[in-house]
């Protein structure tokens, strides 16, 4: 069965096709639960089996993603820990991108956006949890971002050209165009903004995931990972920072910038023609 064959079969049966892409992305979720928990630490993400904090193997049927937590309500059932909300939310969240891209995407874009996705909530899940980005799965953007430009070359517009192969090497110097503009130009705002701030203003994995981003999405995507992802970044990070100041301490409303980046990468994937056409009629009027 095809991709499309897949597509069609969803829009036949949109119901049954959006609780499997929920379930299937769930299950995803859960996996990046083990990976933002444990990669930060430098541990395998593959032994030992899933454990409570005291040590305790969890059994399977306390693991089904979402279920699982609600079932328990949110604490261990052998200790009687709590258990944080970040786990449901990350299963939700990987479920629900995963819904939205088989409902609004083409078949070969759906099928690159449940790499690309993942990869956006594990990042976004380590720097919320740790305010660390474990470099592996960042690097993994930009590899996976550059090889799947040649594979899938629509998912930077190429397929105008009869030559298949003309439309895989311009996707690939699309690619290559977005990691080096998205490397660039945090670089110089980093560089800049840590002279002028006295500290470093923004942290390699910043660099990293714009370079990613700019990989999947283009240089139009890696720009707007940067600026999208300010905007984002100053909006969550308001009560945060006026709290803050009213409590006269400067480090209580320092927000990672990595899950706001990644929220702006992940719009721009689904919607980075139409805002390009919506700025262009703004300025145009």
């Given at each position: 069965m095809t991709l499309v064959d897949l597509q069609n079969f969803a829009k036949l049966h949109p119901g049954f096709a959006a609780l499997s892409a929920g379930a299937f992305g769930a299950c995803v979720g859960s996996f990046l639960n083990v990976c933002i928990h444990r990669l930060p630490k430098g541990e395998s993400i593959v032994t030992p089996g899933s454990r409570c904090a005291c040590?305790?193997?969890?059994p399977f049927w306390y693991n089904i993603p979402l279920f699982g937590w609600l079932f328990l309500r949110g604490r261990a059932k052998c200790c009687g820990?709590?258990?944080?909300?970040?786990y449901p939310l990350v299963e939700l969240a990987t479920a629900l991108l995963f819904v939205a891209a088989w409902t609004f995407l083409p078949p070969a874009k759906a099928a690159v956006a449940c790499v690309y996705l993942p990869l956006l909530v594990l990042l976004a899940g380590?720097?919320?949890?740790?305010?660390?980005?474990?470099?592996?799965?960042?690097?993994?953007?930009?590899?996976?971002?550059?090889?799947?430009?040649?594979?899938?070359?629509s998912i930077h517009g190429e397929t105008s050209h009869s030559i298949e192969a003309v439309n895989r090497f311009r996707a690939l110097m699309d690619a290559l165009l977005g990691v080096a503009a998205g490397t660039a130009l945090v670089w110089w705002i980093r560089t800049i903004g840590t002279v002028l701030a006295g500290r470093e203003a923004m942290g390699e994995a910043d660099i990293i995931l714009c370079a990613g981003v700019g990989a999947y999405c283009g240089w139009q995507g890696a720009v707007f990972c940067l600026f999208g992802g300010s905007v984002i970044g100053v909006i969550t990070a308001l009560p945060g920072l006026i709290q803050a100041k009213i409590k006269g301490?400067?480090?209580?409303?320092?927000?990672?910038?990595?899950?706001?980046?990644?929220?702006?990468?992940?719009?721009?994937?689904?919607?980075?023609?139409?805002?390009?056409?919506?700025?262009?009629?703004?300025?145009?009027s």
């Open positions: 040590g305790q193997p969890i820990a709590s258990i944080s909300v970040r380590c720097d919320l949890d740790d305010m660390m980005v474990p470099d592996a799965p960042n690097f993994a953007l930009v590899g996976t971002g550059i090889i799947l430009a040649m594979l899938v070359p301490d400067e480090y209580a409303g320092v927000v990672p910038f990595v899950p706001s980046m990644a929220i702006a990468g992940a719009i721009w994937f689904f919607r980075g023609p139409e805002l390009v056409s919506l700025w262009r009629g703004w300025a145009a």
